[in-house]
């Protein structure tokens, strides 16, 4: 069960960075489609994603699972960090 989560929080955190790249890079999203900001979706997928890849960890049997988990941990992180980051900083400006 644990190689489970291990392997899909690589694939969702592999997705999260389409996501974003998606959501930053196409103008026609916008808040009065959802109503509220894509970034939010994807800052809670990627934190989801996030809590997953942790849980990941206790499926390592292998160093390719331990790359998986570190990796999925490490770019859902950064992402989630920059994310905030990029929020926080737009509420201030809008």
């Known amino acids: 069960m644990q190689e489970k989560i291990n392997f899909w929080s690589f694939i969702f955190s592999v997705i ?3 996501l974003f790249l998606t959501v930053s890079f196409s103008g ?5 489609i959802l109503g509220i900001h ?3 979706i994807v800052l809670f997928v990627t934190l989801f994603t996030l809590l997953f890849g942790m849980l990941g960890f206790s499926g390592v049997r292998s ?3 331990m790359a998986r988990s570190v990796f999925t941990v490490v770019l859902t992180l950064s992402l989630s960090v920059f994310l905030c980051f990029a929020l926080l900083f737009g ?3 809008n």
């Open 16 to 18: 999260c960075l389409v």
């Open 28 to 32: 026609w999203f916008t808040n009065s």
């Open 91 to 93: 509420s201030f400006l």
């Open 63 to 65: 160093w390719k699972g």
């Open 38 to 40: 894509p970034f939010t």
